[in-house]
């Protein structure tokens, strides 16, 4: 069964730094979205992407971060100058539809550990 | 303000019994409504979806109800193994793109 497949699995970063964390969504879905969780809390909405550009975004998701689908197969987000907030399991997931009517699959996360 | 809220952080069930976990929501109006497991360091997988015009829907073990006017929904796990122990989350999805999930409800079934 195709999955959604996220790198690396576990990133360290000096505070300040900019990190990119990458996706590979599934090949067929046309709409894409990452997410974070923060350890012990719930999961939180950051952006969904549709064709080539942004559809939505949320108030965690601002100057600091971008998202990009560089090639038509990786999707990536860019942490500019990471906080040490920033620290948490950042998941990708993309879809078929949009998000209500189809459901979404998930990557198994990136783990952000700001230093 | 918006809530989603999951009944209780924790749920322990004998081996066997019915599981049920409730997801109540406040100034939202979802058009769907999905279930998703999620285990210790791995993503949330997609387990149900209930649509707002539907008050019940069924996979296997599993039942989801979804009642608009009391912004409930229920999700019942029958005859529960401890395989099903994990975090489970409810999730609204509004007419845009957006997702919301609630904080989860952790299950551990005891043999």
């Known amino acids: 069964e195709p999955e959604v497949t996220q790198t690396p699995s576990h990133q360290v970063t000096q505070m300040g730094q900019e990190v990119i964390l990458r996706c590979v969504p599934i090949?067929?879905?046309?709409?894409f979205y990452w997410y974070r969780q923060i350890l012990g809390q719930k999961v939180e909405f950051l952006v969904s992407?549709?064709?080539?550009?942004?559809?939505?975004k949320s108030e965690i998701f601002d100057d600091q971060f971008s998202v990009e689908r560089p090639d038509g197969s990786n999707f990536t987000l860019k942490i500019r100058s990471t906080k040490l907030e920033d620290s948490a399991m950042y998941f990708c997931?993309?879809?078929?539809?949009?998000?209500?009517?189809?459901?979404?699959?998930f990557g198994d996360g990136t783990r952000l550990s700001i230093l | 303000s918006q809530k989603i809220e999951q009944n209780s952080e924790a749920l322990n069930i004998q081996e066997g019994k019915t599981a049920t976990l409730t997801c109540n929501y406040t100034?939202?109006?979802?058009?769907?409504l999905q279930w998703y497991r999620q285990d210790p360091g791995r993503g949330p997988v997609f387990l149900l979806l209930?649509?707002?015009?539907?008050k019940e829907k069924r996979k296997e073990r599993l039942k989801v109800t979804f009642d608009t006017t009391l912004k409930q929904s229920l999700f019942h796990i029958t005859a529960s193994q401890p395989a099903d122990s994990a975090t489970y989350l409810c999730?609204?999805?509004?007419?845009?793109?957006?997702?919301?999930f609630g904080a989860g409800t952790r299950l551990t079934v005891k043999p």
């Open positions: 997931a993309s879809g078929l539809a949009r998000s209500g009517n189809q459901p979404q699959h």
């Open positions: 090949s067929n879905h046309l709409y």
């Open positions: 992407f549709y064709n080539n550009e942004i559809s939505e």
């Open positions: 100034n939202y109006s979802p058009a769907y």
């Open positions: 209930i649509r707002e015009n539907e």
């Open positions: 999730a609204l999805a509004l007419n845009n793109n957006d997702m919301r």
